[in-house]
């Protein structure tokens, strides 16, 4: 008989905490045995202890660890999440620009093992770098003859002034001096390189005679940005490169948003070749914009002095650290070469279809939603600065703005516009595919919200 016994007491009850099972004994459930070997044993197992701890908060039952860590594991190693974009906006920055192709998601897992990047495989020797992507590039642009890959459009520029210009003047209009993203500038990452600007013109008229007077023996060329993200209306004039092309040096055109030939609905938007036909000697653009391939700079220049300076630009020594690694080089490549791109598809979807798609959407989603989602005509964007000022016709689901924060917290995370006190499921930069995971997730939204 114990002492409790005699004093007429009961022994206290057993501490909770202990029956939270071991680290070692929940890492062995098969599950979490496979998540290891997927995510690796770290985030396993950062995993478990969160779990555990809730346990020994009273937050879950004890027997829940195993089930609440395995929950809370991503799909992958990386913190990105798969996100939807029904913004309306076709190349979304902060959702990484173009979405890649089919045939560029097929080439990325072929050079995400070890790969030809840089070998003859017919005699086993080195072989030319990105030979593949260049030979694609120059088949895509008439009247391209050589080409250069850089990291980024900022790069493919920089390059440029570092290789033609360093010590030198760039002339440039001074309607042309333009901020891009996150605060950088065009001047500024030009002047970086060490070379100087000789500012012409005004902000909204230059005339040929105002580059003719700042050309001199300390010119390196003559540059023209396409204002890409912003449009300047009005009493205005520019100076084609048709005239620049007379002044006796290079002239680089900067389109920034990488459409290599003309397009039917961007009568405004400059492509690269037709800055070659109209006498740029060097064209500068981005691989993941209207192209829509990955992350690159592309540097293109014409017959005679264009591929001569391209050649300079590829052998200068900051090229090498503005090379593009293999994955770039294989999911450009499929780009250029492969049957179409999500950027084109979005861009060339009739508005028809959208609607008919938002409609039939609105109609599934309506039983669970108890008949507030909507079909409705909406208005996209290019965006990515490309395009500026166009809008495009498209169709969407709008629901309730309060589901917004936890269709972004869901899985696959959506992304949709607020506008007028709704949330706008904009259907013309979603794949047809994702319509099934869009209904999905706005189930799930709904189930979030309470509602």
């Known amino acids: 008989m114990t002492d409790a016994s005699v004093r007429g007491t009961t022994a206290p009850p057993p501490d909770p905490r202990r029956a939270v099972p071991r680290t070692d004994a929940v890492l062995a459930d098969p599950r979490l045995a496979e998540a290891v070997h997927r995510l690796g044993r770290a985030l396993v197992k950062r995993a478990v202890v969160d779990a555990q701890q809730r346990a020994r908060s009273g937050a879950i039952a004890p027997a829940e660890v195993a089930d609440v860590a395995l929950a809370a594991l991503p799909r992958t190693a990386t ?28 080439a990325l897992a072929v050079a995400a093992g070890t790969c030809d990047v840089e070998l003859d495989l017919t005699t086993g020797t080195r072989g030319r770098r990105g030979a593949g992507v260049i030979d694609a590039l120059l088949a895509a642009v008439p009247g391209a003859a050589a ?44 002047e970086s390189t060490g070379a100087r600007l000789r500012e012409v013109g005004t902000t909204n008229r230059t005339h ?50 990488g459409l290599l030939t003309p397009h039917p609905l961007l009568p405004d938007e400059p492509d690269a070749a037709g800055m070659l036909a109209r006498g740029a000697t060097l064209v500068t653009a981005s691989g993941d914009k209207i192209l829509g391939g990955p992350q690159a700079g592309l540097v293109l220049g014409g017959a005679g002095e264009g591929a001569d300076l391209v050649e300079r630009i590829r052998r200068f020594p900051l090229a090498r650290a503005m090379r593009v690694d293999k994955l770039t080089l ?71 703005e309060r589901f917004a924060a936890a269709l972004r917290a869901g899985d696959p995370a959506v992304l949709g516009r607020l506008e007028g006190g709704r949330c706008l499921l904009d259907l013309r930069a979603l794949d047809p595919a994702d319509d099934v995971d869009l209904a999905a997730a706005v189930a799930a939204a709904v189930t979030a919200a309470g509602t």
């Open 208 to 257: 040929l005679a105002d580059y003719e007077r700042a050309i001199g023996p300390e010119t390196g060329f003559v540059l023209k940005v396409h204002p890409s993200n912003f449009t300047v209306s009005g009493f205005t004039s520019a100076v084609d490169p048709e005239e620049l092309s007379g002044l006796g040096v290079p002239v680089v055109a900067d389109i920034g948003s």
């Open 147 to 190: 080409a250069h890959v850089a990291n980024n459009g900022a790069a493919a520029l920089a390059l440029v002034a570092a290789t033609l210009a360093t010590g030198k003047e760039i002339v440039v209009s001074r309607g042309e001096l333009v901020e891009i993203g996150d605060g950088f500038r065009i001047p500024d990452l030009l």
């Open 79 to 106: 913190r990105l999440r798969p996100v939807l974009n029904a913004t309306g906006v076709l190349l979304h920055t902060n959702l990484g620009r173009a979405p890649l192709s089919a045939a560029a998601r097929e």
């Open 330 to 400: 294989a999911a450009l490549e499929a780009t250029l070469r492969g049957p179409g791109t999500p950027v084109r598809a979005a861009l060339d979807t009739p508005v028809e279809d959208l609607r008919r798609r938002a409609a039939r959407l609105a109609a599934e989603l309506n039983p669970t939603l108890g008949g507030v989602a909507e079909a409705v005509d909406s208005v996209a964007t290019v965006g990515g600065g490309g395009a500026p000022g166009l809008t495009l016709p498209s169709a969407a689901v709008a629901l309730p």
